[in-house]
């Protein structure tokens, strides 16, 4: 570590270099800029680096040590102790820059938040004995730059998964890994050019929509019927790109029957530059009838662009996704985008192919669903007695669940039962929040509850007090 | 991992259900979608998933077994054989689908490579214990999403880093941690908004280049002279938004004298939405003089978007680069685009946490520095007779050099002298190579040599090879 101490000499200051060295340490220690357990180099570092003698950087750190500032540790050498408690010249933080995980903490017992995972189940030991086996110094190439789509191997593993279990047809040259769904929405925006018109189904995934927005994109909210989104709207908002969800659709939790995907691909087939990007984001979980496969295995004429992640199979933090580019677009990718290093660590790369083809991936979602459809079942069950006001739907997939009113939003708002809920400890959600513009009026009062990261226990809890919150209503 | 096998019931083929089952696993083997060593599910699993009975999917494995396309292990299960030499129906891969990587492979002895870095020396024993030490169960936290502009302790360390060694002004929560530079200049790009015009240093880092070209910006190139880029022409040429490299410009190796800082600074501080991008790609690596430290820590009117990465002091495969946000940036982010998740990995970002306050990338720099600094001292010495004819520039920091031509272009080209080096089995990156347009004609022959991923011995025996080449060509 450097250190840009700015050292004047005898002739331009009185105060000796050892002093000015032990200052500027100081000063930095109870300004926090040098934090509580950082090591300081060595004396001899020091010296070396500002160009003054070795007993004057000694000095120096002697001063400190005899203040408290800092300490020896025997064949360690200086570190930096926790001046808490000492008088000290605190650095101002302005409001600017207080954290941000601040405005999101909130006070609730459980929350049926529809993002989570379930963590207890994470293969910490796979992952660990996969990560040492990569991390052995025979295997430098790693530590280099790779393949800008992905590791070849990984790309092939991938691919292999989704053909067999997606029934998506891909090969691996037509995949390109990246950290996150939201980075591949930055690529692929450029690998489509001209500004297209996004289509989203309403109420949608804001998270996909707010990177349109922040991009400048015209997005159309097309509104849905109970097998998806409106091809009709589509043709008549003039929309160049539709972003759906047919497996699973989130937060509706709605299944594109066959029909309605036939008539999608031919929107898409009918004019020269339209595509559909499938947001395939929790197909691993079903728990009734045959899995759904993806609307890209029927794509005759190169117009789907399938997208997938290991956020929720695997863990969030992973940031590892996935699309399947059609040939026009993957020609185009290779033109001109492919220069885009991966953002994906090579090191994770390799420990996820591990953990693909080892079987420890299969063996982790069989867990998984089974975990889920506990879950899954018990949350069913305990709401039971509340379905004489509500509705239960989209409860055959996924991780999370849908409670629609039985009554209509003149009687009770969903602003009322989710602040109900809460008042009660409990967080839901509104579906209002799902949608991209204020169009949802026309639906019936309707909150998401989410399981994938509550125990049993919770689960329990949960519904025990939305109960109450909810039939207190009913007597009043 | 689920099966979409298409199963047709008896009244609707005479083909019986094990034999479908058997067919459609042999035509995916044949055909490489499923790969050598994958595991195919239990029969049990597979049985639940078609509805069929486990007699029906152990009859279709039992054939596949007889047949040679699967093996059955001990308690594992079924694996797919590799059935190379085997007569097979080998997919067709389309001219399109050719990987990309054949493209770049060139035969040579020695790659003077500019980009390379030394992974002889890279800690593989202390990451993979740190790495050990970050996954444990009892962390369940880190699996989950985390802060957006990266973990709050790595983001403290980060700073406190740049602070002492590069005398950059910052708080921990200016910083944005992002998978690699171009990501961020991806984010960067959406957060100064409103089309800037780009000025780069030219010739440059063309990566740089080619995101802001990808992202439709007008970018202009503008000249140096001896001590950076030229202020008048970024007025002249009416630049919002200045690329610059102060500290060690890439790839000539120009330091800018605080003269032209401060003219810089002024320049950006003299119109509103004026700013300056100070890539510090690698300050770390410094052989002679002061440290030179960071333009933003003269900033006085928050100006200066400062980028560093750990892709050359630790590895490229890591993919973690940072940004320093000035003020009204910073604004701008928090209101319209702090929802990007993060694109590093959260364990990742802890390992390079404890990694930095460990220690252990102090000691890892200090050995990078000692190793670099060696092969630094021997190119130089080796390159000593070349000297009559070529000028050695930008030799005092990073881990590449220049050689200048001391004849005119008209009686050798660079071409002429990157072509006699790769006829000779030696890769020479010619300077023409890192402009963004023709506009080079001006300097004499000069091409770049990196050494950071060579040993001694190839230094030595590029170095030999290209006095050759180019002492043949005197005597011709």
Chains 1, 2 share one sequence.
Not at 3 to 18: D, F, N, R, W
Not at 166 to 178: A, F, M, S, T
Not at 212 to 236: S, T, Y
Not at 273 to 292: A, H, L, M, Q, V
Request: one cysteine or more.
């Amino acid at each position: 570590m450097d250190l840009m101490i700015p050292l004047q000499t005898a002739s331009e200051s009185k105060t000796p270099l050892y002093e000015q060295i032990y200052r500027y340490l100081k000063e930095e220690i109870r300004s926090k800029a040098l934090l509580a357990g950082s090591r300081l180099p060595s004396t001899r570092t020091l010296a070396e680096h500002l160009k003054v003698s070795r007993s004057t950087t000694q000095m120096a750190y002697d001063q400190l040590l005899s203040e408290g500032y800092i300490e020896a540790r025997p064949y360690r050498g200086y570190f930096v102790l926790d001046i808490k408690g000492m008088l000290e010249l605190k650095r101002e933080t302005p409001a600017e820059f207080i954290s941000m995980e601040e405005e999101t903490k909130r006070d609730c017992v459980v929350d049926f938040s529809p993002r989570g995972i379930d963590l207890e189940s994470f293969p910490y030991g796979v992952w660990r004995k996969i990560t040492k086996k990569i991390l052995v110094d025979d295997k430098k190439e790693l530590f280099l730059s790779g393949n800008h789509q992905g590791e070849q191997t990984l790309r092939e593993a991938i691919g292999s998964y989704l053909h067999m279990a997606r029934g998506v047809q891909v090969h691996p040259e037509q995949i390109v890994l990246g950290a996150g769904n939201e980075y591949l929405l930055l690529l692929l925006w450029q690998i489509l050019g001209g500004r297209p018109v996004i289509g989203m189904e309403n109420p949608t995934y804001r998270q996909a929509y707010r990177v349109f927005f922040a991009l400048g994109c015209q997005v159309k909210p097309i509104a849905m019927d109970a097998k998806g989104i409106r091809v009709d709207l589509l043709e008549k908002e003039e929309v160049d790109v539709a972003y759906v969800m047919p497996s699973h659709q989130y937060p509706t939790g709605v299944v594109m029957p066959v029909g309605r995907r036939m008539e999608l691909l031919r929107w898409a087939g009918e004019r020269e530059g339209r595509y559909i990007i499938e947001d395939d984001y929790d197909s691993e979980f079903r728990y009734r009838g045959k899995p759904i496969p993806a609307l890209q295995g029927s794509d005759q004429k190169e117009r789907v662009i399938y997208i997938g992640t290991f956020s929720r199979s695997i863990a969030p933090a992973i940031r590892i996704s996935y699309m399947v580019l059609p040939q026009p677009l993957l020609q185009r990718y290779r033109e001109k985008y492919a220069f885009y290093a991966s953002t994906v660590s090579r090191i994770d790369q390799n420990i996820l192919y591990e953990f693909l083809v080892s079987g420890a991936y299969e063996r982790h979602l069989n867990k998984m669903r089974a975990t889920y459809k506990a879950k899954h079942d018990l949350l069913l069950a305990k709401l039971r007695p509340l379905e004489v006001d509500f509705r239960i739907l989209g409860e055959h997939a996924g991780v999370h669940i849908l409670l629609r009113s039985r009554r209509e939003r003149e009687e009770i708002s969903e602003e009322e039962l989710v602040e109900r809920a809460a008042a009660a400890g409990v967080r839901v959600y509104g579906l209002s929040s799902f949608f991209i513009h204020a169009r949802h009026n026309f639906y019936p009062p309707t909150i998401v509850l989410g399981y994938a990261n509550l125990s049993e226990e919770e689960i329990a809890e949960g519904v025990k007090r939305l109960k109450e919150a909810y039939m207190k209503e009913k007597k009043e």
